[in-house]
């Protein structure tokens, strides 16, 4: 298999390719479907093997320029992950931020942090995903006063993007390790509890690491159609199914029977509902594609406290490149990467958070999806100062 770019020069081939995509049904990574295929923009397509022999001699005939992003994906997979089998993965006190670790690993490590931290770390489910894992969050924060302010997390929404969970851990790490040392973070732990979900969609991102490493969806399965799972960040409550959506269940963007017909949205949707007056800040986080977004996802129009939502993304943007120059793009993100609806940063913002916010993290699509190892801890580095400052910017008030 091969990872191809292939950037449209005009109306034609947008087309050409729209229809050579849906047909040859490849795997897109960016956009997330044939409809977002536009002009003058990049789409990243994973292309299997049996399917090279067809599709690069048509976009040769039609004309049609492309790069090869990854030629041999197979050895990019196996690269990533390095030696597995040679390092120490059981002991939690030596617990190692800069691999990635299976949903076990990352299950055993709360429990673990759950018992040694019993002062700073609660650990509780908000329910059971479709196969009827627990879906565990972390409540971070000193228990300093009876009502906090809250800042609620989620990483792995989509089951192939590992430098998500990656993160979270990170933070959480982060967290534990500087507050004492560090004035901000001990302000940010004195002042408001975190909700950090390491990995929203369980079922998805445990079938990444055991049988398709690509998979983006949850698992449920579908009784019309012989396939799995649906996009968890389009199937909540707010322009449910509108554009940047599918209504196929074999999709990639599928939104899902109804809204919250998946347990883990409908899980954490009742979460955040019955904490929406505490909750003041959402972060999701995705890859990739180094952008800072906002809402609105579902149309172009601007949010009534736009001011202090985009003088807040500009500040993590630059506090974010300070640390290696590496720029994000910040925006609405319908403008910013495509219009889509049903997402969980449009809902939170709805349902009365006012600072709801979704990182695409490294990289721009050298690596796409299979971020080397030996990339986490300056990803982790650098996308820390960005939500420390939105974190803080959150205390100060902003009118």
């Known amino acids: 298999d091969k990872v191809i770019r292939v950037v449209p020069e005009s109306e034609r081939e947008t087309q050409i390719l729209r229809a050579a995509f849906n047909r040859l049904k490849v795997d897109l990574w960016q956009p997330s479907s044939p409809l977002h295929i536009v002009e003058g923009t990049a789409a ?50 030596g617990y190692n931020y800069e691999v990635y670790h299976s949903l076990e690993e990352i299950e055993d490590w709360m429990h673990y942090l759950n018992r040694t931290y019993s002062d700073l770390v609660h650990m509780f489910s908000v329910g059971k995903s479709y196969e009827g894992r627990p ?68 079922d998805g991102y445990h079938f990444s690491w055991t049988n398709d490493r690509f998979w983006r969806k949850t698992r449920s399965k579908n009784m019309r159609f012989h396939c799995h799972g649906v996009d968890a960040n389009r199937n909540w409550k707010v322009k449910w199914c509108d554009e940047g959506a ?21 899980a954490v949707a009742h979460f955040l509902r019955k904490h929406r007056k505490q909750i003041k800040a959402y972060l999701s986080f995705h890859a990739y594609a180094q952008m800072l977004l906002y809402p609105y996802s579902y149309k172009y129009a601007t949010i009534p406290n736009f001011n202090c939502v985009e003088s807040a993304a500009y ?14 793009r910040y925006g609405p993100a319908s403008s910013t990467l495509y219009v889509s609806s049903g997402s969980s940063m449009d809902w939170a913002y709805k349902n009365g958070i006012p600072y709801a916010f979704a990182f695409e993290l490294r990289d721009t699509g050298h690596f796409g999806f299979l971020l080397p190892e030996t990339l986490i801890k300056p990803t982790c580095t650098e996308t820390m100062l960005a939500v420390k400052n939105i974190t803080l910017h959150l205390l100060k008030k902003c009118h």
């Open 135 to 202: 879906l565990y969050v972390l409540k971070l924060g000193k228990r300093s006063r009876p009502y906090k302010k809250a800042v609620w997390i989620d990483c792995g929404i989509h089951a192939r993007e590992w430098i998500g969970p990656a993160f979270c851990q990170w933070f959480v790490k982060e967290a534990l390790q500087t507050h004492q040392t560090d004035p901000d973070m001990r302000k940010m732990l004195t002042q408001l509890y975190f909700y950090i979900m390491p990995v929203f969609n369980v």
């Open 315 to 328: 500040n993590a943007v630059n506090a974010l490149q300070s640390a290696y120059g590496v720029r994000y």
């Open 44 to 93: 990243d397509v994973r292309v299997p093997q049996n399917a090279t022999r067809t599709l690069l001699p048509y976009l040769q005939q039609a004309n049609i320029q492309y790069t090869i992003l990854i030629s041999d994906l197979q050895q990019a997979i196996e690269n990533q992950t390095g030696g597995r089998s040679h390092r120490n993965r059981r002991s939690l006190s």
């Open 246 to 266: 599918s209504l196929h269940p074999c999709d990639d963007t599928y939104c899902g029977p109804f809204p919250e017909s998946e347990p883990e949205v409908k």
